[in-house]
């Protein structure tokens, strides 16, 4: 089964800081990836798939990028909105899984 | 606008069986693979298992084999999820899923329920 690390698990930034979550796979995923963003007591909500293909939606200082087994998830400049939990997932075979999460707190 | 809403949970004691529900609206079900996800109380997501658009074809998580089982009834617009003797671990908030995109095996979920909590405790 593939695993998914991500790094760091809790980062604290303040709004207008441009931050920087990795993921990385125990083995090549090729692209795919997705993101996910979630607030406490609600659902996730899915942010990018495809490693770097933004959702409808939502906002353009959200990027992705990777391949392989190295994946970032880049937001360029931190709203007030973004301060939430982040998680990656795998969908490469199954059994697809999710790294551990990234909690994004505010400085 | 899709619609997913869970139901189901609700305390249990260890042991026993239980049989989550998620009921879709808003679009057309019968088209889309569906999974199930859950969540335990603090901690991450782990995805549970996923179903085929047919409900020929289920995948589970290794940890979840034998002991849950997913099905779909197409005509009621219904997802399932069956899940035997219960244990500690499986308290969690549920939640059901619409596979948004695949790499042709698994998927990515872009629709998301509000989930059902379940708790194991005697």
């Known amino acids: 089964d593939i695993q998914m690390t991500q790094s760091p698990s809790t980062l604290s930034a303040s709004v207008g800081d441009r931050v920087t979550i990795t993921c990385r796979a125990s083995?090549?995923?090729?692209?795919?990836l997705a993101w996910y963003q979630q607030k406490p007591g609600k659902a996730p909500k899915l942010l990018i798939n495809q490693a770097s293909s933004l959702e409808s939606g939502v906002p353009s200082r959200f990027s992705g990028s990777g391949s392989g087994t190295e994946f970032t998830l880049t937001i360029g400049s931190l709203q007030p909105d973004d301060f939430a939990t982040y998680y990656c997932q795998h969908y490469n075979s199954y059994p697809c899984s999710f790294g551990q999460g990234t909690k994004l707190e505010i400085k | 606008q899709v619609r997913l809403v869970e139901s189901g949970g609700g305390v249990v004691q260890p042991g026993t069986s239980l049989r989550l529900s998620c009921a879709a609206s808003?679009?057309?079900?019968?088209?889309?693979?569906m999974h199930w996800v859950r969540q335990p109380p603090g901690k991450g997501l782990e995805w549970v298992a996923g179903?085929?658009?047919?409900?020929?074809?289920?995948h589970y998580a290794d940890s979840e084999k034998g002991r849950f089982t997913i099905s779909r009834d197409n005509s009621k617009n219904t997802l399932y999820l069956q899940v035997s003797s219960l244990r500690d671990e499986d308290t969690a908030v549920y939640y059901c899923?619409?596979?948004?995109?695949?790499?042709?095996?698994?998927?990515?979920?872009?629709?998301w329920g509000q989930g059902t909590l379940v708790t194991v405790s005697s």
């Open positions: 179903i085929s658009v047919d409900g020929t074809g289920e």
């Open positions: 899923a619409t596979e948004g995109g695949s790499s042709g095996h698994a998927g990515y979920f872009d629709y």
């Open positions: 808003e679009f057309t079900f019968s088209s889309y693979v």
């Open positions: 083995q090549s995923i090729s692209t795919w």
